[in-house]
Each structure stands twice: as structure tokens, then as C-alpha cells.
Antibody, heavy 120, light 107 residues
Framework: QVQLVESGGGVVQPGGSLRLSCAAS????????MHWVRQAPGKGLEWVAF????????YYAESLKGRFTISRDNSKRTVYLQLNSLRAEDTAVYYC?????????????WGQGTLVTVSS | EIVMTQSPVTLSVSPGERATLSCRTS??????LAWYQQKPGQAPRLLVY???IRATGVPARFSGSGSGTEFTLTIGSLQSEDYALYYC?????????FGGGTKVEIK
């Protein structure tokens, strides 16, 4: 069955950096694009970033561009999110999600999420 | 950016009754709209995509409709496990955007 397991969250000071990982299993990883979606405490969902199956296309939420970088290593079946220049408002649960088949930019499977807390 | 507006924010429904959730987009998204369910402490779950196509394993009491800028998610007869938060999401344009959510609570 499809499994997505995020890791790398934690407490970081404002201005700090963190790298999140998402290990995928149970499907042909090289055939699927992947996303990161975040959810601040008590708030709604916010799409963060997208990477195509072959890394040839990447998209970001406009407000995050320049600070966050998505990447993937198909040999390790893992997608990453590098978070730089972190701010208090980046505090959230970060979910890794698989892109829908057929080019539909939907999130058909989700990980359990990893919590990032930005605080001094 | 396409702005998504969900209504109502909270919907109080008795078990066995029908629930109707609305999602409006600031510009046409054709049928490129999905619905998700989220329960406390859990990741969201895909319910509907293509405005009206149920995802694998989703019960038939969930149905989506609409196109363009007006969409509806109907839960035919509420079960205890359906009390949750529901989000719509458009995938017509980048950036992908979500509505603010509708909480379905027990009346």
C-alpha cells in the first residue's frame, strides 16, 4: 500500500534552516510528481511546493519562493523540502502528498506530517 | 491566484440527515476541483476530484457537483464518522489553492 513518511521536523530559531524528508513506498515513485502542503496550528491547508516525477519542473507558493526548495532523489524514493530563513509564521505541520495520476494536481495520498516550530 | 470561498464555516447536522457544503472560486476552474476530509490529528483524505468523481474507497453517500465557479459536496446521510473538516481545492491554475474549510458538527 502507498506509504509516505515525513521526518526532519523540530524546533528551530527564527532565521534558521531545516530539511524535511519524505520517504515513499508502495508505488512506482518515479512515475509520480510530489507535493508539500502545510497547515499552521488551528488553520487551513496551504499548498507549498511541487516537483515533477523527473525534477524538470518545480513550482512554489509565491509567498515562499526563494526561501523554500523542493527536490527529490528517485534512487532513494525520497522527496525533500529545504526550509531557509524561517519565520514564526512558518510554524506548521508539513505534509508530503502524492500527485494524482494523469496530471491532475490533486493530493491522492498523504503522509502523517512533521511539525516544524519556529521559536526563540 | 484563484481565491476559494467555502460556506458555511460551520454546519450543524443531525445524524442521518443530509449535509450540503459549498465552494466558490474567484474565476472559472472548469471541473478541476477536489474535496478533502480531515479529522482531528489526521492528515486530509481525498474524497472527490474532477468536481464529481469519487476517489477510491469513498462511500457513495459523498457526491460532488458543479463546474465553473460554483461547487457542492453533498453527504447523503450523515454517519458518525463524517463529522470532520472539509476542504475544497482547485487545480486549474498555479498556485494550487484551498478553501478555508467547512466544519461539519453534530447537531
Amino acid at each position: 500500500q502507498v506509504q509516505l513518511v515525513e521526518s526532519g521536523g523540530g524546533v528551530v530559531q527564527p532565521g534558521g534552516s531545516l530539511r524535511l524528508s519524505c520517504a515513499a513506498s508502495g508505488f512506482t515513485f518515479t512515475s509520480y510528481a510530489m507535493h508539500w502542503v502545510r497547515q499552521a496550528p488551528g488553520k487551513g491547508l496551504e499548498w507549498v511546493a511541487f516537483v515533477r516525477y523527473d525534477s524538470t519542473s518545480k513550482y512554489y507558493a509565491e509567498s515562499l519562493k526563494g526561501r523554500f526548495t523542493i527536490s527529490r532523489d528517485n534512487s532513494k524514493r525520497t522527496v525533500y523540502l529545504q526550509l531557509n530563513s524561517l519565520r514564526a509564521e512558518d510554524t506548521a505541520v508539513y505534509y508530503c502528498a502524492r500527485d494524482g495520476a494523469g496530471g491532475r494536481r490533486i493530493f491522492d495520498f498523504w503522509g502523517q506530517g512533521t511539525l516544524v516550530t519556529v521559536s526563540s | 491566484e484563484i481565491v476559494m470561498t467555502q460556506s458555511p464555516v460551520t454546519l450543524s447536522v443531525s445524524p442521518g440527515e443530509r449535509a450540503t457544503l459549498s465552494c466558490r472560486t474567484s474565476q472559472s476552474v472548469d471541473s478541476n476541483l477536489a474535496w478533502y476530509q480531515q479529522k482531528p490529528g489526521q492528515a486530509p483524505r481525498l474524497l472527490v476530484y474532477g468536481a464529481s468523481i469519487r476517489a477510491t474507497g469513498v462511500p457513495a453517500r459523498f457526491s460532488g457537483s458543479g463546474s465553473g465557479t460554483e461547487f457542492t459536496l453533498t453527504i447523503g446521510s450523515l454517519q458518525s464518522e463524517d463529522y470532520a473538516l472539509y476542504y475544497c481545492q482547485q487545480y486549474e491554475n498555479w498556485p494550487l489553492t484551498f478553501g478555508g474549510g467547512t466544519k461539519v458538527e453534530i447537531k
